[in-house]
């Protein structure tokens, strides 16, 4: 194609393939890869949900589990009282440090966790960082016990909420605002307060429980 003067060709949108072709002389086994790469695109075109349109699909409960206990994170529990002074609390893992101006976190419970109407009620909630010898600690709080913090050692914040003894810190945040995710509150909570005391972070990962080494 060197040297060639393609002005002399009158060049449109409906011709262009077909100049293409008399100038540069592609060989057979060019035309039947081209072919294939166009036979490709155009199952995977008639196949895609289109831009704008929502997907749907079918993923097992189970794979996605699988997935999701492969990211290790690190363990909370959430307190919470109400107007009433009734204290509940919930191990979570879903826990989102997500703005820092204004200082914001996020935390995601289920729908049918007992600690939830607390949450809603009291409109505060309080963050422990359980640190690495809790994973007692957190299997408590994991269960359907109405009176979790009965036999974990805890002091009540300014705040009126119950920090757990002996975490890594706790962090004290009033309601934002609530959110539906799902099967799941989306709850974003203002920081009133953060205190600190050190040590090694519980972790999760593959459904157990870690220390980092």
């Known amino acids: 194609m060197e040297g060639m003067d393609l002005r002399k060709f009158d060049i449109?949108?409906?011709n262009a393939n077909t100049i293409f072709m008399q100038v540069y002389q592609p060989s057979q086994m060019?035309?039947?890869?081209l072919n294939g790469l166009m036979r490709t695109r155009n199952m995977y075109a008639s196949t895609a949900t289109p831009v704008g349109t929502r997907a749907t699909v079918t993923i097992e409960p189970?794979?996605?589990?699988?997935?999701?206990?492969h990211w290790p994170s690190g363990v909370a529990v959430i307190t919470a009282a109400d107007s009433d002074g009734k204290l509940n609390g919930l191990t979570m893992s879903a826990v989102i440090a997500l703005s820092l101006s204004p200082m914001q976190f996020l935390i995601s419970v289920d729908k049918?966790?007992?600690?939830l109407p607390i949450i809603k009620?009291?409109?505060r909630f309080c963050i422990n960082f359980l640190s690495s010898s809790q994973a007692d600690i957190a299997m408590q709080f994991a269960s359907k016990s109405t009176?979790?913090?009965?036999?974990?050692?805890?002091r009540i914040s300014q705040w009126g909420l119950p920090i757990i003894d002996g975490v890594v810190a706790s962090i004290t945040c009033e309601v934002h605002s609530i959110?539906?995710?799902g099967d799941h509150e989306l709850i974003v909570g203002d920081v009133l307060d953060i205190e600190h005391f050190g040590g090694e972070a519980l972790?999760?990962?593959?459904?157990a429980f870690h220390t980092i080494p």
């Open 147 to 154: 009176d979790k913090l009965a036999s974990v050692k805890h």
């Open 179 to 181: 959110m539906p995710g």
């Open 203 to 207: 972790i999760h990962f593959k459904r």
């Open 12 to 14: 449109t949108k409906s």
């Open 30 to 33: 060019q035309l039947d890869r």
């Open 121 to 123: 009620n009291g409109g």
């Open 112 to 115: 049918r966790s007992l600690t």
């Open 62 to 69: 189970a794979l996605y589990k699988e997935v999701a206990s």
